[in-house]
């Protein structure tokens, strides 16, 4: 089973806008994305290290992470090092298209004296990656998250953004089995529109019932529907709690059918309510 730690909301903050870094410690974020990448211009982007680096140690036991420039690009080595030393939750890696590009960032981390608990997030956003995904997911330990980049993707595919995402289906649908398949937790992409609450917490439930452990966000309103589509429901706790009672009930008078609510019950209704369960947990204590 994937680690249940809530990663339901993970919001991007811009790292060079020092009055949204202050902001996001009182936001209920499960996670935070510090971006050196896209929200930063190219003329702020060392004062724009120097400042995420330095905020990384300041939000308690949030989750927090740090999203460096790609490997293409001037700032990419520098950010590393400096992220190695800052020893975030993780660094987040755009672009990622292949294991050797993960064998390459875990090196840089190693060589930079990151600490055992900074972990790689890949950002999967090209066909290339769609297509390699099992490879990338499963290329290291130190990798535990996939997060879709949905944006480029629908650039490099000329798709258009259509509501239900059905030109991305096929690279999201690849990228869940590739993360499943190799134990990593993933993370659906952004929604663009911030003024549009009914499409989003609609993209959110799509997202969930997909399988996504959470989604990436791009605005603080998006953060408390975000949470609350991707945490267990009242009633979906009840009838996990009363899913393990009847099967341990059953198991003890060695009863070979167990059912609840008129549906059959089988080992796999038990693991995915226990999982249920343990996320509701997890989530209760990060609250």
């Keep these: 089973m994937t680690e249940l730690r809530p990663r339901r909301s993970v919001l991007y903050m811009p790292g060079a806008n020092e009055r949204a870094l202050e902001k996001a410690?009182?936001?209920?974020?499960?996670?935070?994305?510090?971006?050196?990448?896209?929200a930063v211009a190219p003329d702020a982007k060392e004062a724009a290290r120097e400042r995420v680096c330095a905020a990384v140690g300041t939000y308690?036991?949030?989750?927090?992470?740090?999203?460096?420039?790609?490997?293409?690009?001037?700032?990419?080595?520098?950010d590393l090092r400096a992220a190695a030393a800052a020893g975030p939750a993780a660094v987040v890696a755009p672009k990622v298209n292949s294991a050797a590009?993960?064998?390459?960032?875990?090196?840089?981390?190693?060589?930079?004296?990151?600490?055992?608990?900074?972990?790689?997030?890949?950002?999967?956003?090209?066909?290339?990656?769609?297509?390699?995904?099992?490879?990338?997911?499963?290329?290291?330990?130190?990798?535990?998250?996939?997060?879709?980049?949905?944006?480029?993707?629908?650039?490099?595919?000329?798709?258009?953004?259509?509501?239900?995402?059905?030109?991305?289906?096929?690279?999201?649908?690849?990228?869940?089995?590739?993360?499943?398949?190799?134990?990593?937790?993933?993370?659906?992409?952004?929604?663009?529109?911030?003024k549009d609450a009914e499409g989003f917490e609609a993209e959110c439930l799509q997202g969930r019932q997909y399988g996504f452990d959470g989604k990436t966000l791009i605005h603080p309103s998006q953060v408390e529907p975000c949470n609350r589509v991707f945490a267990p429901s009242e009633e979906e706790i009840d009838r996990s709690r009363r899913i393990i009672a009847a099967f341990e009930e059953a198991s003890a008078a060695g009863r070979g059918v167990v059912t609840v609510d008129g549906r059959m019950i089988e080992n796999l209704h038990v693991e995915n309510a226990r999982r249920?369960?343990?996320?509701?947990?997890?989530?209760?204590?990060?609250n």
């Design 25 to 38: 410690k009182s936001l209920p974020a499960d996670a935070l994305i510090l971006d050196l990448e896209d």
């Design 101 to 194: 590009e993960v064998h390459n960032i875990e090196r840089a981390l190693e060589l930079g004296g990151a600490p055992e608990h900074t972990k790689i997030w890949a950002m999967v956003e090209t066909p290339v990656a769609m297509l390699h995904a099992e490879e990338i997911a499963g290329a290291s330990e130190r990798l535990t998250v996939l997060v879709m980049g949905t944006n480029d993707l629908a650039k490099e595919l000329h798709a258009e953004f259509v509501p239900g995402r059905g030109p991305l289906l096929g690279g999201l649908s690849l990228c869940l089995l590739a993360a499943r398949a190799t134990g990593k937790v993933i993370l659906d992409g952004v929604y663009n529109d911030v």
């Design 276 to 286: 249920v369960l343990a996320l509701a947990e997890a989530i209760g204590r990060s």
């Design 60 to 78: 308690g036991s949030r989750e927090v992470t740090i999203r460096v420039n790609g490997l293409d690009t001037e700032w990419h080595d520098a």
